[in-house]
């Protein structure tokens, strides 16, 4: 959409790259940084008795008076720093200008890192010496006053600028010569700026009688202001801001300028065959306007040109009923002549036909214009755009159905990062990292030249809430400025898609039309005219969801059908939604998605496919997500969430922390909060919400017994994960009653709508160590109600599955009996400990006593228990510690003797808080045992932990054993 005027000498000298850009200080204000003002007033008020309103060279001048040049520049570098800032959406619009030339007086690096992300060649020009190094094959930057990293070439004092003649005499010799030739447009700097006022007069000097046009890019300036620049030779170009910040409004003049330089002298849409256009003349409006009434299925006369106005006739029949519109584009300002014009093309043969007028935006119409249009429709391009297809309506439809679900009262912002790649080996280089997505969509969406773009994440980490919301956010933007805002398209792929493939076209026109009401005549062919015009955002949701699911082909089918909204030339904004599992491994990932590789898929012509990663809540984010939740009862339950075990890592992702704060209540009131029950509560929901969803074709019960079979098989194995090429065998061993031929749609069911996640090389894991945990415990405790101790004989459980273990036998304490058999009279050593840990945690006294009783005479069970402890405690190798827990030989274990003194008094420290662990009777048991074996390395605090257990410690076996530690006069 075109939204300025823009002088033609401008888009003409750009066009053909002899455009040359000079940016001041006010461009990397948005990013952070003071501008001369706020620089030299920090410098000033270091300076007792500095006179007010001193020109900044004397006042830096003073500084280096009082306090030497060192301390003048490191306070500049300082307040300069730009470490922790990012070049803002205007640095990076600056990159697309096709200009070979940028000159700078600024000292910070945020254009070179503009450019250094755009991935565009370019030279820093600073020293003398850097002269010699000049190439018109890349954009020069040229730092005219220095840069931060050279200290020596900073130019900032009075005798600084006096200097820069004669220190860097080939550089500006050069420079000069340059600009001879050039059109120079100043961006960043205010009409008092001091800096600017010393170029007019460089370049006076260094230009002469042959010095070319310049520009000057002004806010709201003052008239005096305006007549004292043009005084100087500069044209001004004074933007009006609004309620927009300067930043806003120059980046939408500056990609303007750069659509109009691109564009400049190409043959528009509305030219006959072999016509030349007159070269003072720019045909965009009129050929945005005639090419969307054509997409709309208007017939168009031949239009008639006059300078500055092109004028036609579009008509079209429906419903029986012929509309007739007389159609006057103007380029420039629209004043009363333009609209007495536009009355005169009707004459009176057509009474019922409408006469509109379009300019580019609202503000070119005169006041005397508006007063003469009566029944004339005046607007501007963006307002045609609007009135035409009836967005109001669609996104007033789109807003109330957001509303609805109650996001905007709950929206956290979401963190992210954005991995950058080696693509010729397809390697990560490094990360970057965003506080707030929307904001750097926000910066893409604005930056020319980035079209589509993967969220990635894994489940439950707000993915669909950031699309409604996103698009939501744009709405309103659009309806409050659409001269200014894209409309938002968004499309869950999920509701939308059918079969085992997708069509693009069907898949825009069902949604717009069918589902959001959007008048669309022309179908697909309207909204392609739209999408080539910079006008939309495409909002893609749910990839993985698509019903699309027979195989890997149909995968990428649908990905090359869905890139087709990416058209290259054109300025396409596309967002896409994927959980990272649906691509089972990194490489798949990016081939897909980015085009890397292009065995998979073509996406040669498809410029700038990227890809970021949602990132979970930190605690601030859980803190602030609950505030909105649950208002003033926010931080109990935040509390609660830590109390309860690893629920604060789960509280991490959005969609669990939602759960978690809808359930936790619940399960306070009944009396039933543990950590078993809870988790059973979010797994069962999850999974009856995607079936009655219809994202999962699956059975709860089925998934449920994939869940607990893929769980205890990674466990037996000892791995955290399992390759996708087992899945399906798995899958197949877990349901023997379904046909083979579905085990392909329940692979991509379990892989997308699971809790499992994949890392880069393809293997899948539980979302959390946690998951894995309570399913295995689901499954013992089912084993444990059939009698069926097959399993607790195979491998030895961990503590963490024992306590889910328990919670789920506190509901039905009868199954205990058979736990108490095991215990007693189990086959092996494995049956008889993974029974001790369990009913130790119950914590029952009597219970305890049976256990501890076992382990005082079964030396098996007792030293795989204490493996088990030491492993946990100490966070060492299994092997490590079945060593150490080697029967006693003397003093002391045998495997102590060889460790050294820090390290007998870290094995000291950690059983000294072990022997305190309410969690585990038995533990506590063995820990003093142990704390026998190391006392002498730790005494005071093993002195500490015996009088405080010997005040909290109800189990007698060890009330005992703590005793005689007590009245022991000799450490052992």
């Given at each position: 959409?075109?939204?300025?005027?823009?002088?033609?000498?401008?888009v003409?000298?750009?066009?053909?790259?002899n455009?040359?850009?000079?940016?001041?200080?006010?461009?990397?204000?948005?990013?952070?940084?003071?501008?001369?003002?706020?620089?030299?007033?920090?410098?000033?008020a270091?300076?007792?008795?500095?006179?007010?309103?001193?020109?900044?060279?004397?006042?830096?001048?003073?500084?280096?008076?009082?306090?030497g040049?060192?301390?003048?520049?490191?306070?500049?570098?300082?307040?300069?720093?730009?470490?922790?800032?990012?070049?803002?959406?205007?640095?990076?619009?600056?990159?697309?200008?096709?200009?070979?030339?940028?000159?700078?007086t600024?000292?910070?690096?945020?254009?070179?890192?503009?450019?250094?992300?755009?991935r565009?060649?370019?030279?820093?020009?600073?020293?003398?010496?850097?002269?010699?190094?000049w190439?018109?094959e890349?954009?020069q930057?040229?730092?005219?006053?220095?840069?931060?990293?050279?200290?020596?070439?900073?130019?900032?004092?009075a005798?600084?600028?006096e200097?820069?003649?004669?220190?860097?005499?080939?550089?500006?010799?050069?420079?000069?010569?340059?600009?001879?030739?050039?059109?120079?447009?100043?961006?960043?700097?205010?009409?008092t700026?001091?800096?600017?006022?010393?170029?007019?007069?460089q370049?006076?000097q260094?230009?002469?009688?042959?010095?070319?046009?310049?520009?000057?890019?002004?806010?709201?300036?003052?008239?005096?202001?305006?007549?004292d620049?043009?005084?100087?030779?500069v044209?001004?170009?004074?933007?009006?801001?609004?309620?927009?910040?300067?930043?806003?409004?120059?980046?939408?003049?500056?990609?303007?300028?750069?659509?109009?330089?691109?564009?400049?002298?190409?043959?528009?849409?509305?030219?006959?065959?072999g016509?030349?256009?007159?070269?003072?003349?720019d045909?965009?409006?009129?050929?945005?306007?005639?090419?969307?009434?054509?997409?709309?299925?208007?017939?168009?006369?031949?239009?008639?040109?006059?300078?500055?106005?092109?004028?036609?006739?579009?008509?079209?029949?429906?419903?029986?009923?012929?509309?007739?519109r007389?159609?006057?584009?103007?380029?420039?300002?629209?004043?009363?002549?333009?609209?007495?014009?536009?009355?005169?093309?009707?004459?009176?043969?057509?009474?019922?036909?409408?006469?509109?007028?379009?300019?580019?935006?609202s503000?070119?119409?005169?006041?005397q214009?508006?007063?003469r249009?009566?029944?004339?429709?005046?607007?501007?391009i963006?307002?045609?755009?609007?009135?035409?297809?009836?967005?109001?309506a669609?996104l007033?439809?789109m807003?109330?159905?957001?509303?609805?679900?109650?996001?905007?009262?709950l929206?956290?912002?979401?963190a992210?990062?954005?991995?950058?790649?080696?693509?010729?080996?397809?390697?990560?280089?490094?990360?970057?990292?965003?506080d707030?997505?929307?904001?750097?969509?926000?910066?893409?969406?604005?930056?020319?030249?980035?079209?589509?773009?993967?969220?990635?994440?894994?489940?439950?980490?707000?993915?669909?809430?950031?699309?409604?919301?996103?698009?939501?956010?744009l709405?309103?933007?659009?309806?409050e400025?659409c001269?200014?805002?894209?409309?938002?398209?968004?499309?869950?792929?999920?509701?939308r898609?059918?079969?085992?493939?997708v069509?693009?076209?069907?898949?825009?026109t069902?949604?717009?039309?069918?589902?959001?009401?959007m008048?669309?005549?022309?179908?697909?062919?309207?909204?392609?005219?739209?999408?080539?015009?910079d006008?939309?955002?495409?909002?893609?949701?749910?990839?993985?969801?698509?019903?699309?699911?027979?195989d890997?082909?149909?995968?990428?089918?649908?990905?090359?059908?869905?890139a087709?909204?990416?058209?290259?030339?054109?300025?396409?904004?596309?967002?896409?939604?994927?959980?990272?599992?649906?691509?089972?491994?990194?490489?798949?990932?990016?081939?897909?998605?980015?085009?890397?590789?292009?065995?998979?898929?073509?996406?040669k012509?498809?410029?700038?496919?990227?890809?970021?990663?949602?990132?979970?809540?930190?605690?601030?984010?859980?803190?602030?997500?609950?505030?909105?939740?649950?208002?003033?009862?926010?931080?109990?339950?935040?509390?609660?969430?830590?109390?309860?075990y690893?629920?604060?890592?789960?509280?991490?992702?959005?969609?669990?922390?939602s759960?978690?704060?809808?359930?936790?209540?619940r399960?306070?009131?009944?009396?039933?909060?543990?950590?078993?029950?809870?988790?059973e509560?979010?797994?069962?929901e999850?999974?009856?919400k995607?079936?009655v969803?219809?994202?999962?074709?699956?059975?709860?019960?089925?998934?449920?017994?994939?869940?607990?079979d893929?769980?205890?098989?990674?466990?037996?194995?000892?791995?955290a994960?399992?390759?996708?090429?087992?899945?399906?065998?798995?899958?197949?061993?877990?349901?023997?009653?379904?046909?083979?031929?579905?085990?392909?749609?329940?692979?991509?069911?379990?892989?997308?709508?699971s809790?499992?996640?994949?890392?880069?090389?393809?293997f899948?894991?539980?979302?959390?160590?946690?998951?894995m945990?309570?399913?295995?415990?689901?499954?013992?405790?089912?084993?444990?109600?059939?009698?069926?101790?097959?399993?607790?004989?195979?491998?030895?459980t961990?503590?963490?599955?024992?306590?889910?273990?328990?919670d789920?036998?506190?509901?039905?304490?009868?199954?205990?009996?058979?736990?108490?058999g095991?215990?007693?009279?189990g086959?092996?050593?494995?049956?008889?400990?993974?029974?001790?840990?369990?009913?130790?945690?119950?914590g029952?006294?009597?219970?305890?006593?049976?256990?501890?009783?076992?382990?005082?005479?079964?030396?098996?069970?007792?030293?795989?228990?204490?493996?088990?402890?030491?492993?946990?405690?100490l966070?060492?190798?299994?092997?490590?510690?079945?060593?150490?827990?080697?029967?006693?030989?003397?003093?002391?274990?045998?495997?102590?003797?060889?460790?050294?003194?820090?390290?007998?008094?870290?094995?000291?420290?950690?059983?000294?808080?072990?022997?305190?662990?309410?969690?585990?009777?038995?533990?506590?048991?063995?820990?003093?045992r142990?704390?026998?074996?190391?006392?002498?390395?730790?005494?005071?605090?093993v002195e500490?932990?015996?009088?405080?257990?010997?005040v909290?410690?109800?189990?007698?076996?060890?009330?005992?054993?703590?005793?005689?530690?007590?009245?022991?006069?000799?450490?052992?």
């Amino acid at each position: 959409m075109s939204a300025y005027d823009m002088p033609l000498e401008l888009v003409e000298q750009f066009s053909h790259g002899n455009g040359v850009v000079f940016a001041g200080a006010g461009l990397s204000k948005d990013a952070g940084l003071p501008d001369w003002q706020g620089l030299i007033g920090r410098l000033a008020a270091e300076l007792p008795g500095c006179p007010s309103g001193a020109d900044h060279r004397d006042v830096a001048a003073y500084y280096e008076l009082e306090h030497g040049r060192n301390r003048l520049v490191q306070r500049i570098r300082d307040q300069l720093d730009t470490l922790s800032l990012q070049p803002t959406r205007v640095h990076h619009a600056l990159t697309e200008l096709p200009v070979p030339l940028v000159v700078t007086t600024n000292f910070d690096d945020l254009i070179e890192q503009a450019y250094r992300g755009a991935r565009k060649p370019f030279s820093t020009v600073t020293r003398a010496v850097d002269a010699g190094f000049w190439s018109n094959e890349r954009t020069q930057v040229v730092k005219i006053h220095g840069d931060l990293s050279i200290p020596e070439s900073i130019v900032i004092t009075a005798g600084d600028y006096e200097r820069i003649t004669t220190d860097r005499p080939a550089l500006i010799r050069l420079l000069g010569a340059t600009l001879q030739t050039r059109t120079v447009l100043f961006l960043g700097y205010s009409v008092t700026d001091p800096d600017l006022r010393t170029l007019l007069t460089q370049l006076r000097q260094e230009t002469g009688d042959y010095q070319r046009n310049l520009y000057s890019v002004q806010f709201d300036a003052p008239a005096l202001a305006v007549k004292d620049l043009e005084q100087r030779g500069v044209k001004v170009i004074n933007l009006s801001l609004g309620r927009r910040s300067p930043g806003d409004v120059l980046l939408t003049w500056l990609t303007e300028l750069r659509e109009r330089a691109a564009h400049h002298g190409q043959p528009t849409a509305s030219e006959e065959p072999g016509r030349k256009l007159d070269p003072g003349m720019d045909d965009r409006l009129s050929a945005e306007v005639m090419g969307l009434l054509k997409a709309m299925g208007y017939t168009v006369s031949r239009p008639r040109r006059s300078p500055g106005v092109v004028d036609f006739r579009a008509s079209k029949y429906s419903e029986g009923t012929q509309i007739v519109r007389w159609i006057r584009c103007v380029e420039g300002s629209v004043g009363s002549g333009h609209i007495d014009g536009a009355h005169a093309l009707r004459g009176g043969e057509e009474a019922a036909s409408e006469v509109w007028v379009i300019g580019y935006r609202s503000g070119v119409f005169t006041s005397q214009a508006r007063a003469r249009a009566e029944d004339t429709r005046i607007m501007s391009i963006a307002q045609f755009y609007r009135t035409m297809l009836n967005i109001d309506a669609y996104l007033a439809r789109m807003l109330q159905e957001y509303e609805e679900e109650g996001i905007d009262k709950l929206w956290v912002e979401l963190a992210c990062e954005v991995p950058q790649y080696d693509r010729m080996r397809s390697v990560p280089l490094s990360t970057d990292s965003f506080d707030d997505v929307e904001a750097f969509l926000d910066v893409w969406i604005d930056t020319p030249g980035r079209n589509h773009i993967s969220i990635l994440g894994d489940f439950g980490t707000g993915k669909t809430w950031l699309s409604r919301h996103y698009a939501a956010r744009l709405a309103r933007r659009y309806l409050e400025d659409c001269e200014h805002n894209r409309v938002p398209i968004l499309i869950s792929l999920r509701d939308r898609s059918h079969g085992d493939s997708v069509n693009i076209k069907e898949l825009i026109t069902d949604t717009l039309v069918n589902a959001y009401g959007m008048h669309l005549p022309g179908g697909y062919e309207t909204f392609q005219f739209l999408n080539r015009h910079d006008s939309l955002v495409l909002i893609l949701d749910g990839f993985d969801e698509m019903q699309a699911r027979l195989d890997d082909l149909a995968t990428v089918r649908n990905f090359d059908e869905l890139a087709k909204v990416v058209e290259p030339d054109a300025n396409c904004k596309a967002i896409l939604t994927c959980r990272t599992s649906y691509f089972r491994t990194d490489l798949e990932e990016r081939e897909v998605l980015a085009g890397e590789g292009l065995q998979r898929i073509n996406l040669k012509g498809r410029p700038n496919f990227e890809i970021l990663h949602l990132v979970q809540f930190d605690d601030e984010r859980i803190r602030k997500s609950l505030r909105r939740q649950v208002g003033d009862r926010a931080e109990g339950y935040y509390q609660d969430i830590h109390r309860i075990y690893d629920l604060g890592n789960l509280a991490q992702r959005p969609i669990l922390l939602s759960m978690i704060a809808a359930t936790l209540p619940r399960l306070v009131q009944q009396n039933t909060v543990n950590p078993a029950t809870l988790y059973e509560t979010y797994t069962d929901e999850w999974m009856r919400k995607n079936l009655v969803e219809q994202r999962s074709i699956m059975e709860s019960r089925e998934k449920r017994t994939v869940m607990q079979d893929l769980a205890w098989e990674m466990f037996r194995r000892e791995t955290a994960s399992i390759h996708y090429s087992e899945l399906p065998r798995a899958l197949q061993d877990s349901l023997t009653s379904r046909s083979t031929a579905l085990m392909h749609n329940y692979e991509h069911d379990v892989r997308t709508q699971s809790f499992l996640q994949r890392d880069n090389a393809g293997f899948y894991g539980f979302a959390h160590k946690s998951f894995m945990e309570f399913f295995i415990a689901q499954r013992i405790f089912t084993d444990i109600c059939q009698n069926y101790s097959g399993r607790l004989m195979d491998a030895q459980t961990s503590y963490e599955t024992d306590q889910f273990v328990k919670d789920l036998l506190l509901r039905e304490p009868s199954y205990m009996d058979t736990l108490i058999g095991w215990l007693n009279e189990g086959e092996s050593a494995v049956l008889r400990v993974n029974s001790a840990g369990i009913l130790a945690k119950v914590g029952e006294r009597g219970l305890v006593g049976d256990v501890i009783r076992l382990l005082d005479r079964d030396k098996a069970v007792r030293h795989l228990y204490l493996t088990a402890v030491i492993f946990r405690v100490l966070e060492i190798r299994w092997e490590a510690a079945q060593r150490l827990a080697s029967e006693p030989n003397g003093k002391r274990l045998p495997q102590l003797l060889t460790l050294t003194s820090d390290q007998l008094t870290t094995v000291a420290t950690r059983f000294c808080a072990e022997a305190l662990n309410p969690r585990d009777a038995v533990a506590r048991w063995l820990s003093f045992r142990l704390l026998e074996q190391v006392r002498d390395v730790a005494a005071e605090e093993v002195e500490r932990t015996l009088e405080a257990a010997w005040v909290s410690e109800d189990t007698e076996e060890t009330r005992v054993l703590i005793s005689q530690m007590r009245l022991s006069a000799e450490p052992r």
